[in-house]
């Protein structure tokens, strides 16, 4: 079967522009999720979707994050104005079974975000 | 330290030994779970266990978790050039209810051929 897509791979900007990101998950599942990865750290979840509706957006900066996924399917994260400290992989997972967690989630290869 | 937090940090072996990585968290979990993420790719799971569950085996990967010092280890046997990654264990957190993964910030391992 087909993995997390993600677009793009790469992308540089400048700090108080405006990206953003795409992610289709695996076919069939529920839950879709977006993480920040700061170059030698782990993941740090962003917003957590079940479906088209927001489960956990807790450590996702507001004023400057957003992310939507209105169709239950493929999703957008957006940064707007972007800074310098925003400069990290952006990385999308997918899992089948939702409001569980003892699921595996599937990753994508990441979106590497570079703000100068 | 941070829920889920390797050690150590990196680890450098020779192809054939074994590699042993450590993780510790702080809150009560359902499970644990630890993933592989090679250099400039994303994460791939390798292994869940429950926490009812004291040790887990699946191919060259052994996993233990001990709920009373909150603590988990992942070996991997005789190991493999192609297993130089980052591996991070990840925890969900029942005191909070939350479900979603809070990963640790990884073990560097590289395996000298």
């Known amino acids: 079967e087909a993995g997390v897509a993600q677009s793009p791979r790469y992308k540089i900007i400048e700090k108080r522009q405006s990206v953003a990101f795409w992610c289709n998950p695996i076919s069939g599942h529920a839950t879709l999720y977006w993480y920040q990865q700061i170059l030698g750290q782990g993941p740090k979840l962003l917003i957590q979707f079940q479906n088209n509706g927001v489960v956990d957006d807790s450590q996702l900066p507001k004023d400057r994050f957003s992310a939507e996924r209105l169709k239950g399917v493929d999703s957008t994260l957006k940064i707007q104005p972007a800074k310098l400290e925003d400069s990290a992989v952006y990385l999308c997972?997918?899992?089948?079974?939702?409001?569980?967690?003892?699921?595996?989630?599937?990753f994508g290869p990441g979106t590497r975000l570079t703000v100068l | 330290s941070q829920q889920g937090e390797e050690d150590p940090q990196a680890l450098s072996i020779q192809e054939g030994e074994n590699a042993t990585m450590n993780c510790s968290y702080k809150?009560?979990?359902?499970?644990l779970q630890w993933y592989r993420q090679n250099s400039g790719r994303g994460l791939v799971h390798l292994i869940l266990?429950?926490?009812?569950?004291r040790e887990k085996h699946s191919g060259r990967l052994r996993v233990t978790l001990d709920t009373s010092k909150k603590s988990s280890s992942l070996l991997i046997t005789a190991s493999r050039a192609a297993d130089t990654a980052s591996y991070f264990c990840a925890t969900d957190n029942v005191d909070t209810g939350r479900r979603a993964l809070t990963f640790g910030s990884g073990t560097r391992l590289q395996v000298q051929p």
């Open positions: 266990i429950r926490s009812n569950e």
């Open positions: 997972a997918s899992s089948f079974l939702a409001g569980v967690s003892y699921n595996e989630q599937f």
């Open positions: 809150t009560s979990i359902n499970n």
